[in-house]
């Protein structure tokens, strides 16, 4: 033991010893003069023009998969875990789940997915599907999905993708608006089109995805009898038959129409490109150091996002190895995956992965638990190395020393780190903001960057991106080298480009990355995009965001959350439920303000912790939780309590609520009041407690 803790103290003290060096801090993006409107511009540091393709020539997905199968042939592409055995667990309450054993990734070449891709897109002419009609992808992410992709660009035939949780209203309404011919989807899918067939009038074609070891022909009803439905292998040994010559597009015409939620109303298409997709696989290429074929990519997230069809792109244009998996049995202690089986992640074992927050706050969770349930030494130790680790992170230690921390890697983090394989170099995560907290909690216990970016559907995703050696949290990098970030006044908001010490303002993004709008939407187009004089397209974002000083940005509220009260005052609601979160009563809050009113109101969800510890200190009685947040008692304790957080933080006093409905049942995704990143929907809560917003304002 005395041996093993010298070996603990020798380096920490030599590391503290070397430290306390001054970090540098470098510019990642330069200032430029662009057209169209005045504003404050920066591109990155690295690049003086910005990037249109990844390598001269690649001006296509459909010709960049060409020339990169063709380059990176006998390399590995296209993973895929084969079933072994399904089985359904009843736990002791009687619920059932189904648990899988799946085994070793069975992979395709680059030489060999180029043959499958060029068969289905052969197939999708021999089954009927002529040029200029649509082409839906209506799946799970899987490597069929990638394959179908590629072989509608092949035939320069527009794919039209949907969010799989937007319901079936916005998916009849995406196929009908898009008068889509042909459907690709997986079977479980397919169930849903089968359903919906008779509100689908345009669609003549099913081919679905087989499911392995399920060989039975999906049974049809109704309308949808009268559709072709053929299987994916079938299709491609149609093309293989009747092979047709490609029908290559150009880089103006349209690859993907993406449906993404409006937060109003029906989904919107978002038009991209080619020319904006191989934009952001060239930006994109050059902020992940050494990106190439030695990589192996886990890919689990929805291809119907854009985030996952950006991340997978650019992985095989360097020529790297995708390996598919999906939430459900990613790690070995996921919930499908049966017991002492591997996750997709340990057998992969992946060198990048792309994360959603949600994601890594379920891994951060799941670390903590297990250290936890150790106890004694083991946490004593993991609190110790986490806390120096932590400082090295943050930069307060950071010597040239590095055998601290190889010793701790091997003694604290090595097992934590086989949590997700061994061989993770880097994350990228997006979508939402990631907290502070837990990237730092990935950064130490990984010990690898986690890389958040900033963007969009309609600027056909990353327009900002942390560069790899930025440990900074809770921004989201520089511009990527395809895009220009420009911040504009929003004076009505108060944020000014001309700002001290930070330029504030609304983002907007130009460049060749910016989608064409939005599918027979001019209205709502000519509203958020703009050309310049010169040609460029611009898109505006709604958030607001400010440079720092090293030029990364930094989101700090959205446009449409601000609210102009009664005597003229703003009122931005995100950035007071931030700060309102902050007492221990709230749960989740949506903060509420009529222009037609000079104060705000809202709807909080109670935390019963700590309101039934509340309780029980002061002797208030209660029945049940729900009893417990009608009390007025109750409200007035909480509303107290909001004062106090909104005092500490120099709030306003028109900003802090003077009325509050107290609610004791979670919003959670499931209830449709928030997103699955756990974002409030404004619009959808307002509705749902339109009575109660009204007696608060009474
Ligand atoms: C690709 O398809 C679109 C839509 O049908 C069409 O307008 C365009 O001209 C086609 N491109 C080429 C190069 O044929
Ligand atoms: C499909 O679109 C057409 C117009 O293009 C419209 O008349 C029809 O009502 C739509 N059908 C559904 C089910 O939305
Ligand atoms: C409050 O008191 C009840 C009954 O005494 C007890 O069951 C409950 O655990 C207490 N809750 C808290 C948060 O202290």
Redesign the pocket.
């Known amino acids: 033991m005395a041996v093993y803790m010298l070996g603990i103290l020798v380096p920490v003290f030599l590391s503290i010893w070397f430290s306390k060096r001054e970090k540098k801090s470098k510019d990642r993006a330069v200032t430029v003069e662009v057209g169209g409107e005045k504003g404050l511009t920066k591109r990155n540091w690295r690049f003086e023009h910005l990037l249109e393709t990844p390598w001269e020539g690649a001006d296509t997905l459909a010709i960049l998969f060409e020339q990169t199968c063709a380059r990176h042939c006998d390399n590995l592409l296209l993973g895929t875990r084969i079933l072994i055995s399904r089985e359904t667990e009843v736990s002791e309450d009687g619920r059932a789940f189904e648990k899988v054993t799946l085994g070793h990734y069975e992979w395709t070449t680059y030489g060999q997915a180029f043959r499958s891709a060029d068969d289905f897109a052969s197939g999708l002419v021999a089954i009927g599907h002529e040029k200029g009609e649509r082409v839906a992808i209506f799946a799970e992410t899987r490597a069929e999905w990638f394959l179908a992709l590629q072989a509608c660009f092949r035939r320069n035939l527009t794919v039209v993708t949907i969010y799989a949780s937007l319901g079936e209203e916005a998916l009849v309404h995406s196929l009908n608006e898009t008068e889509v011919t042909t459907v690709v989807c997986d079977r479980k899918q397919l169930k849903k089109l089968v359903d919906l067939s008779r509100n689908l009038d345009t669609v003549k074609r099913v081919v679905y995805m087989e499911d392995y070891g399920n060989t039975l022909e999906p049974s049809l009803s109704g309308s949808s009898s009268k559709w072709t439905v053929a299987s994916f292998s079938h299709v491609q040994s149609l093309g293989r038959q009747l092979p047709a010559n490609p029908d290559m597009p150009l880089a103006a015409d349209i690859a993907v129409i993406m449906y993404t939620s409006g937060s109003t109303g029906l989904p919107k298409g978002v038009m991209m490109s080619h020319r904006n997709m191989v934009a952001t696989v060239a930006g994109v290429t050059t902020m992940v150091p050494g990106l190439g074929s030695k990589d192996v990519y886990l890919a689990y997230l929805p291809l119907a996002h854009v985030l996952e069809i950006a991340a997978e792109s650019t992985l095989f244009a360097a020529g790297a190895a995708i390996g598919y998996g999906s939430p459900l049995t990613m790690t070995d202690t996921s919930s499908k995956i049966k017991h002492g089986t591997k996750g997709d992640v340990t057998e992969l074992r992946p060198t990048l992965m792309t994360a959603v927050p949600a994601i890594l706050d379920r891994v951060r969770e799941g670390v903590r638990k297990k250290v936890k349930t150790k106890g004694g030494f083991t946490n004593t130790l993991f609190q110790f190395a986490y806390k120096r680790r932590l400082a090295a992170v943050e930069g307060s230690w950071l010597g040239a020393w590095g055998l601290e921390k190889h010793l701790w890697n091997a003694v604290v983090f090595r097992k934590i780190r086989s949590v997700l394989g061994g061989r993770v170099r880097g994350m990228l995560s997006g979508g939402a903001p990631l907290s502070g907290d837990t990237q730092r909690f990935i950064n130490v216990c990984f010990g690898v960057p986690i890389l958040q970016g900033y963007g969009l559907t309609e600027t056909c995703a990353g327009a900002t991106f942390c560069e790899w050696d930025d440990t900074s949290v809770g921004r989201v990098g520089p511009p990527v080298p395809h895009c220009y970030l420009k911040l504009v006044n929003w004076e009505e908001g108060g944020y000014l480009f001309t700002d001290t010490p930070m330029p504030r303002g609304e983002i907007v993004i130009g460049g060749p990355s910016v989608t064409m709008g939005y599918f027979k939407n001019t209205v709502k187009t000519e509203e958020v995009y703009k050309v310049d004089e010169n040609g460029m397209r611009w898109f505006y974002t709604g958030d607001i965001g400010c440079f720092h000083q090293d030029g990364c940005i930094e989101i700090i509220d959205r446009k449409k959350d601000i609210v102009k009260l009664q005597h003229g005052e703003y009122v931005s609601l995100g950035k007071v439920e931030a700060v309102l979160s902050g007492s221990r009563y709230v749960d989740s809050i949506m903060l509420y303000a009529d222009p037609f009113h000079s104060h705000c109101i809202a709807i909080i969800v109670a935390a019963q ?1 700590a309101l ?2 509340w309780a ?1 200190d002061t002797g208030v009685q209660y029945s049940n939780f729900a009893d417990l947040c009608s009390n007025p008692a109750t409200i007035k304790e909480v509303l107290s309590s909001i004062s106090k957080v909104a005092k500490q933080a120099q709030l306003q006093k028109f900003e802090v609520p003077t009325k509050i409905k107290l609610l004791h049942e979670a919003w959670t995704p499931e209830t449709g009041l928030v997103t699955a990143a756990l974002k409030i929907k404004r619009e959808v809560i307002r509705k749902t407690f339109a009575d109660d917003l009204k007696n608060l304002y009474q």
Do not use: S
């Open positions: 912790a039934e510890e029980n």
